[in-house]
């Protein structure tokens, strides 16, 4: 099965740009439907973005224009990038494949904070 390796997380100041990569092992990269999603201390995961085969993209009403989510079908690579981030977006990211089936990264933490 595929397995998924979140990087690029760390601290940045509010305001600040992030840019989140997940690099799939395995498996028929191009098939995957994806997303970003997160978890705050103390909250449920939710879903930040997703991407299906084609590219279509769908976003959280909290990152709408402000975070895009992309993938590199031929480097096996998914990425989020967030720019005007808020001590709000801190969290554990997570990188998802939830189509043909479910599988789960290990997560990166991203904190903001002046």
């Known amino acids: 099965q595929v397995q998924l390796v979140e990087s690029g997380g760390g601290l940045v100041q509010p305001g600040g740009s992030l840019r989140l990569s997940c690099a799939a092992s395995g498996g028929t990269f191009s098939t995957y439907a994806m997303g970003w999603y997160r978890q705050a201390t103390g909250k449920g995961r939710e879903v930040v973005a997703t991407?299906?085969?084609?590219?279509?993209?769908d976003y959280a009403d909290s990152v709408k224009g402000r975070f895009t989510i992309s993938r590199e079908n031929a480097r096996n690579m998914m990425y989020l990038q967030m720019t005007s981030l808020t001590p709000e977006d801190t969290a554990v990211y997570y990188c998802?494949?939830?189509?043909?089936?479910?599988?789960w990264g290990q997560g990166t933490q991203v904190t903001v904070s002046s």
């Open positions: 991407i299906n085969t084609r590219g279509a993209t």
């Open positions: 998802r494949v939830y189509f043909p089936y479910n599988r």
